[in-house]
C-alpha cells in the first residue's frame, strides 16, 4: 500500500510539472484512500506506531472525499464546455471511422460521461464494487478512468446542465433520474475503448449515458455500434472538434 501511495505522489508531481490540471484534482482522491488504508493496518496491527507518511509543503494531505468547489459542488468538470458542447448540432462525418485510430493530440482536457443505468443505485455499486475491488469513491480503471456516482439531492447531478438537455433525458428515459454514476476521462488517453468498457458494465440491465458532445442520451447498442448521429459517434471529442473547427470557418 505505500509503495501504491508514492507511485501516486510521483503521478501527481509529474502532473503539476506538466501542467496536466485536469488530472491533478482527480489523482489527489487517490492518496488519501491510500493514506487511509495505511492508518487502518496501524490500528488493526498491536504495538502499530504512526506512519510518516512524508507529505511536502507543496502536496498537503487530501481528505478522504473529493474536492469541492466554492459552490459545494464536485469540479469535474469544466462546466462551460458541457453546456456548449451539446450545443453542436452541425455537420458532415469526415473519416469518422478513421479518427480514434489518429495520433493523439500531447494533451486532452479531462472529458465527462454520465451514465443512468436501469435498477437500483445499491445494485450499481455492488457490481462496481466486484469488478473494481478495494476502492470506492471514486473507483479507478487502471488510473485513467475516475468513477463515482452522483444524485440531486445530496450531490451535484445535473447542477450544470442546461435545462434543455434534462428534459430530452426526461423524455427519452420517460422520468427524472434521482442519480447516475459520472466518469471522468483522464486527457492522457484516448479513453474510447476504456469508456465502452466501463459503459457495457453499467448498462448491461438498461439505461442510458450522456457526453460531453452530443444533446442527447444513448443506449447501449448505439454506443457499441458505432452508431452516428448528427454527425458525430459517442464520446467522439476528436469528431466534435472537427466539426467546431469547420464550423467557425464557415
Not at 84 to 105: D, S, Y
Not at 146 to 171: K, M, N, R
Not at 198 to 216: F, K, N, Q, S
Amino acid at each position: 500500500m505505500k509503495e501504491i501511495r508514492d507511485n501516486l505522489v510521483a503521478r501527481i508531481a509529474e502532473a503539476e510539472r506538466e501542467g496536466w490540471l485536469g488530472e491533478i484534482e482527480a489523482l489527489l482522491i487517490s492518496p488519501a484512500g491510500a493514506e487511509d488504508k495505511l492508518a487502518q493496518v496501524d490500528r488493526r496491527t498491536p504495538g502499530g506506531t504512526a506512519i510518516n507518511l512524508g507529505w511536502t509543503s507543496s502536496m498537503p494531505k487530501q481528505p478522504a472525499d473529493p474536492p469541492q468547489s466554492i459552490s459545494g459542488c464536485r469540479p469535474f468538470a469544466d462546466i462551460a464546455h458541457r453546456t456548449t458542447t451539446r450545443r453542436l448540432r452541425t455537420g458532415t462525418v469526415p473519416e469518422i471511422r478513421g479518427r480514434h485510430k489518429a495520433e493523439l493530440p500531447t494533451l486532452q482536457p479531462m472529458r465527462t460521461v454520465v451514465v443512468f443505468p436501469t435498477g437500483e443505485r445499491a445494485e450499481t455499486v455492488a457490481s462496481l464494487d466486484r469488478h473494481l475491488p478495494e476502492q470506492r469513491h471514486p473507483w479507478t480503471l487502471d488510473g485513467t478512468l475516475y468513477i463515482d456516482t452522483d444524485d440531486e439531492q445530496t450531490g451535484c447531478l445535473f447542477s450544470d446542465w442546461d435545462p434543455e438537455d434534462v428534459a430530452i433525458l426526461e423524455a427519452a428515459i420517460g422520468h427524472r433520474p434521482t442519480w447516475a454514476v459520472q466518469i471522468d476521462v483522464s486527457g492522457r488517453i484516448d479513453g474510447t475503448a476504456e469508456v465502452h468498457q466501463m459503459i457495457a458494465l453499467l448498462l448491461e440491465h438498461g439505461g442510458v449515458a450522456t457526453d460531453d458532445y452530443t444533446p442527447r442520451p444513448w443506449t447501449l447498442p448505439e454506443i457499441l455500434s458505432g452508431t452516428v448521429i448528427d454527425g458525430l459517434l459517442f464520446f467522439d471529442f476528436r469528431g466534435y472538434h472537427e466539426l467546431n473547427h469547420e464550423h467557425g470557418r464557415s
